[in-house]
């Protein structure tokens, strides 16, 4: 069955440190890769994404993912975490060509410690 | 930027009662979409539109949920008869057309039945 697993449900790292949220996925075809994050109070806003071609995907406000085929995963990094990080974070595949469904993974609380 | 509206904010209604919930896709988009999100669990789709019409729609999505677009600019969410279950935070989201375009949220609408 299609799923995307985001394995930490909460990450705290001090503001300055390096950030890594995991993410898998299972699905059966060449996947279409999203990292979302979400403000309290707005909308899911696009990260980055991966289609195809190179795996290391660069995003906006500095984060980056690789995409590891041979390990179903998508994670999500970024050097130097900035207090404004703190979000919920979706990683999220694509399952239908046609439709665009989007399945998403439970989520990642990040909270960043000054 | 254009973005993707939602109203109201948040709703709150009785059990049984019927809901709309209202969306304004960015106004060039051709693909819409409706996901929900309950309290503590993934963001689960429920279904979208093209053309007029549903392309796919979830096992969520009975009988006691329908989609319109009314007027070639709102895109809305009918619950006929909620329940407590429906307790959720409805996202409403919009796609130019092909499938390498970024789905846009709505902030979305809080809906809380009694």
């Known amino acids: 069955a299609q799923s995307v697993t985001q394995p930490d449900i909460h990450i705290t790292v001090s503001e300055g440190a390096s950030l890594e949220l995991r993410c898998n996925y299972s699905?059966?075809?060449?996947?279409?890769l999203f990292w979302y994050v979400q403000s309290p109070g707005q909308g899911l806003q696009l990260l980055l994404k991966?289609?195809?071609?190179?795996?290391l995907v660069q995003g906006i406000k500095g984060f980056e993912a690789e995409f590891k085929r041979s390990q179903s995963s998508f994670n999500l990094r970024k050097p130097s975490v900035h207090w404004s990080d703190a979000a919920e974070y979706f990683c999220?595949?694509?399952?239908?060509?046609?439709?665009?469904?989007?399945?998403f993974g439970q989520g990642t609380t990040l909270q960043v410690k000054p | 930027e254009p973005e993707v509206t939602q109203t109201p904010s948040h709703q709150v209604t009785q059990m049984g009662q019927e809901v709309i919930l209202r969306c304004v896709p960015i106004?060039?988009?051709?693909?819409f979409y409706w996901y929900r999100q309950i309290l503590g669990q993934k963001v689960e789709f429920l279904v979208s539109?093209?053309?007029?019409?549903?392309?796919?729609k979830s096992e969520i999505f009975d009988d006691q949920f329908s989609v319109e677009r009314p007027d070639g600019s709102n895109f809305t969410l009918k619950i006929r008869s909620t329940k407590l279950e429906d307790s959720a935070m409805y996202f409403c989201?919009?796609?130019?057309?092909?499938?390498?375009?970024?789905?846009?949220f709505g902030p979305g609408t809080r809906l809380t039945v009694l």
């Open positions: 989201a919009s796609r130019w057309t092909s499938r390498t375009d970024t789905q846009y």
């Open positions: 539109f093209y053309n007029n019409e549903i392309s796919e």
């Open positions: 699905y059966g075809a060449t996947p279409y």
């Open positions: 991966y289609f195809s071609g190179d795996t």
């Open positions: 999220a595949v694509e399952v239908s060509s046609n439709t665009g469904k989007l399945i």
């Open positions: 106004s060039n988009h051709l693909y």
